[in-house]
Structure formats: C-alpha cells, structure tokens
C-alpha cells in the first residue's frame, strides 16, 4: 500500500514541529530579554551609585498604589534624607534622577536636552503637539509668536472680565449668607476661572457661573433677583461690582461681617502694581502647589554637576519642583504657609522658585 503525504500522522508531526519551533524562538527571545534587562540594570547601578536611593523592589521600583498625597509625601521624604538628587526606580531598568537643589536645577535648565519623550508621549493625544511637546527650534518659533499675547499691556484689558466673574462668584457666596455648615470653595473657584477662560479666550457672551446656578430650579429665582439691579449698580460704580457683606460659619470668628469693597474700574487697574502683599500670596501658594509639579529632560550629552557628580547620555532627569519648593534647605520650614519669603526685601537663590519651569523648553 502507497503512503501519502496528506496523511493524518504526517499533518500532525508537522503542526508539532512548528509549535516546537515557536517555543524555542520564544524561549531564546525570553532569555535575550532578560540578559538584556539584567545589563542594562548592573550598568545603571554601576553609573548611579552615588546618587543615593531608597529600597526598591527589582521590577516594580519605587511604584506606589496610593494617591498623589502618599507620592508627594515620599518626594518630601527624600528630600530631608538625601541632598540635592536621588533615584526613583520606575520600574525594572528604567530609572530617573530627581533634581530639587537649585545649582542642580540651574544646570539642566540651562542646557538644551529634549524633554523625556516616553514621559509627555502620553499627553499627546489629550492635548495635541503643540508648545508644552515641542522641542528646540519648533518650541522656540512658536514662543516666540505667543510671547506677545501675554504682554502686561495685552492683559490688561482682560482684568475687568476677570474681576466680574469674581464678582460673580461673591455674589453667590452672599446668597449662601446664613448656612450652618461650612461652605467648600473649590467647586465656586473652579466655575469662576472656567467662567473667565470662556470670555477672555473665546470671546463667550454668557457666564459659566449663572448658566449652572440657573439650572439648579431652587436657586433660579434667587440669581435672577441678584441680577436684576446689577445695571444701575455698574452706573452708580463705574465698575462691575459692589461692597460685599458676607459671613458664614468659616469667618464667625469675626465680630463683624467681612467687606470687599472696589472703588471703580480706573483705579483698580492702576492699583494692580501696587498689591505687594497680595503678590506674596499668591507667589507662596505656588511655592506650596506648583502649577508644573516637575519638567523631564533625556540628556543629549553626559552633565557634570556642580559637586562633581556626573551623569552619562541618555539618562532621564526629573526636576522636581514640588522637591524644589520644599526644599528646607532653601525654604526653612516648607510646609508653613508663610507670605513673607517673598517681601521685596528678600533675597533667595534664583533658581529656588521656579512656579512654570525655566529656561528653554
């Protein structure tokens, strides 16, 4: 009897060599891999030893499952235990150098590394490529058309829109005047910047803040009266506002209600420059909550820092500017709210506040 290759034995010793064949390739592909992993992790412990490190587990480093509280509070960890740079283990042989002293920091941004394109990659299809992933000479092009946009003599026009919708939100919180539980700002605070960014970047008619208060049926009727004599009050005033009574359960410590009194568009804006004390506010909460909380960079070339500590090629640093502004070293008790480290007077290292970064981006 003949034998043919179509026979049923013959299929499946060839279905099995060729799974055979997948299984070794897969194997050597699994063992290459791990080689290569355990090099390139023997090589970053060998370059980064003196940066110093907390214990991390091999292969998922310094990975928390907490909130960003817990990650701000290991960042402030390192920070009091380990000088100027640390490591953070990401996860098995990717690693990144944290930078919070500001010679660290003055460095790095005053050369011209790309940003750590594994790091923002991920926020291009939120917000597009435009200036915060741009690099080089595309970032700078575009800076420099926008820089004009942000002209003090530019803005100034906007500062009556924002203080209406401020004045919008104070008008609300007088309507609340009288409740017995504590009133969270956020939600208000929030409604007011949306509210401001409508009208000054899209040129919105409306108003964020009355279109939702309107929406809610049992305080329709009460926004509708607190409108309703805002024209007579913006003649009498020459100014989208009026003195504001107000207090609730968080200032009932006060004897009296408090008063927010603007005097008159005119004056309020040649005023603005004149506002130290509310400059120093708002500089220490941005010392406290940075808008950016920290800028990576991939170095294009090895760095050599001002201690002697160098860094190779190719390495990713964070500057960490949460770091940076709790740094105890530069701001003695960091975690005080504490308005006067910013008085005209005083003096401190140039590349210690650094609210939006540096440098070329």
């Keep these: 009897m003949g034998f043919s290759i179509f026979s049923p034995s013959r299929s499946l010793d060839g279905v099995s060599g060729f799974f055979q064949v997948v299984f070794l ?11 290569q992993f ?7 412990l060998k370059t980064l030893q003196k940066f110093p490190s907390t214990p991390s587990h091999w292969l998922w480093g310094h990975h928390q499952k907490g909130q960003h509280e817990e990650e701000r509070q290991q960042i402030l960890s390192w920070v009091e235990k380990f000088p100027s740079a640390c490591l953070q283990w990401l996860s098995g042989s990717r690693v990144r150098v944290l ?11 005053g050369r011209s590394d790309p940003k750590a394109s594994g790091i923002y990659q991920f926020l291009k299809p939120w917000i597009g490529y435009g200036l915060l992933l741009l690099n080089g000479k595309k970032w700078f092009l575009h800076r ?8 003090y003599d530019i803005l100034k026009p906007y500062i009556r829109i924002m203080a209406d919708s401020v004045n919008t939100m104070l ?28 009208k000054c970047a899209f040129s919105y008619q409306g108003s964020v803040q009355l279109d939702e208060w309107s929406d809610q049926d049992e305080e329709s009727s009460a926004s509708e009266q607190g ?4 024209t007579q009050e913006e003649e009498a005033l020459g ?5 504001l009574a107000f207090q ?3 200032s009932s410590g006060m004897s009296t209600p408090v008063l927010c009194d603007f005097s008159g568009w005119p004056f309020f804006r040649e005023h603005l420059d004149q506002m130290p004390y509310t400059t120093m506010c708002i500089k220490e909460a941005m010392r406290l909550y940075p808008p950016v909380p920290g800028v990576s960079r991939e170095l294009n070339t090895p760095v050599t820092f001002p201690d002697g500590r160098s860094l190779p090629k190719g390495i990713t640093v964070t500057i960490s500017i949460y770091g940076l502004h709790h740094n105890p070293r530069f701001w003695p008790n960091p975690k005080v709210f504490d308005p006067s480290r910013f008085a005209p007077d005083s003096s401190r290292h140039s590349y210690a506040f650094l609210p939006f970064s540096g440098g070329a981006r």
Excluded: C, N
């Excluded at 355990?38 to 970053?44: G, I, K, T």
């Excluded at 420099?144 to 002209?151: K, S």
């Excluded at 409108?227 to 805002?230: H, V």
């Design 171 to 198: 008008e609300k919180w007088e309507k609340l005047d009288g409740q017995d539980h504590s009133l969270d700002v956020f939600h208000y605070i929030s409604m007011m910047t949306l509210d401001t960014v409508m």
């Design 227 to 230: 409108r309703a004599g805002e």
């Design 25 to 35: 390739l897969s194997l050597f592909l699994v063992l290459f891999k791990a080689v």
């Design 38 to 44: 355990y090099l390139r992790r023997q090589w970053l």
């Design 248 to 250: 609730s359960e968080w």
């Design 239 to 243: 100014f989208l506002g009026h003195p």
């Design 99 to 109: 930078l919070y002293d500001p010679d660290y920091v003055k460095v790095i941004l």
């Design 144 to 151: 420099r058309m926008l820089t004009p946009a942000f002209h």
